[in-house]
């Protein structure tokens, strides 16, 4: 394996990372705005109390993922920055917002109670950050951003502004409520809560099913570069995936909470990496490889070095804050 590809795969699990667990905090965003019923503000603490102090520190990933692929891949970093402008800015105003929306609700005591016009704008950024995101994944992945000669030959709505693009989306937005919803099952384990939070979740898991099982009828016709992708060499991994799901939707409703948890995470995991395998080496196809739009040799080799060092501080720091200050939340405090 090369130095670019190892790169690759390390940026990878860094994406990967930012799914599984900013996932789930834009998920517990999508469930704060839809809190119903008597226990309307009891669901909206669990998600306050779920998220605690730590739910920036998931952004670290999506940090890291985007100077990584600027040092490491800046041929690559120069197109896609120009061919998914339009959604990535609307995704990153979406962060902002969000982000925005959170800490400003903290402050208030709507920040476990009612709806408020704060409350609706950190959902709603919630649903907008993952959804665009996804498009902008769609656009990379059915081979719509096109390069000649170095120059990005495609429009700016390629790819993803599309009927294709925006399924790819609302399966985010799906599979993101569904990753929150079991977490908050576990977090709310043995309380009524906990009911309210596996009826969202076979909810969020059907919606997720139905929207994968269409993108993947539609992708030779919609996306022929995904549909090689997936059905070429992410095909084990997708399998994988497919058999996942039902043992996911049963565990949810078996009042599995815990086994809920970790099956859907892995289904995240599964299509992540049977979209990465199958279109193997490319970094943007069909155009970019990995090696088409490496760094040099230096560079990459000092990027290692510099991950290895920092992995080593990053990870224990990390754990320390998830494990001590997670239920340490301002914002449920009477």
Known sequence: MSEAQLVAGILWLALTAYAVLAGADFGGGVWDLLASGPRAREQRRAVA????????????????????????????????SLALYLPFTIALLGIVLRGAAFAFRAHGREAVGDASGWGVTFGAASVIAPFFMATGAAAVASGSVRVAGGQLVSGFEAGWATPYGMLIGLFAVAICAYLAATY??????????EADFRRRAAAAGLVAGVAAIASLV????????????????????????????????IAVWRSKPRLARFTVAAQVVFVLWAWAVGQWPYLVPP???????????????????????????????????FRVFKARNPAVLE
């Not at 670290?60 to 690559?76: E, H, K, S, Y």
């Not at 908050?184 to 809560?193: I, K, R, S």
């Open 49 to 80: 109390e779920a998220m605690g102090p730590v739910w920036e520190a998931n952004h670290v990933w999506l940090i890291f993922l985007i100077v990584g692929l600027f040092t490491a891949f800046p041929a690559a970093f120069g197109i896609l």
């Open 287 to 321: 155009d970019l490889t990995f090696e088409d739009s490496a760094a040099p040799g230096s560079t990459l080799t000092a990027l290692l070095v510099v991950v290895a060092v920092g992995m080593a501080l990053l990870l224990p720091s990390l754990w320390l804050l």
């Open 218 to 249: 539609l992708a030779p016709f919609a996306a022929p570069s995904l549909a090689h992708s997936l059905f070429g060499g992410g095909l084990p991994l997708l399998i994988l995936a497919l058999v996942n799901g039902p043992i996911a939707l």
């Open 184 to 193: 908050l099952a576990v977090e709310t384990e043995g309380t009524p809560l």
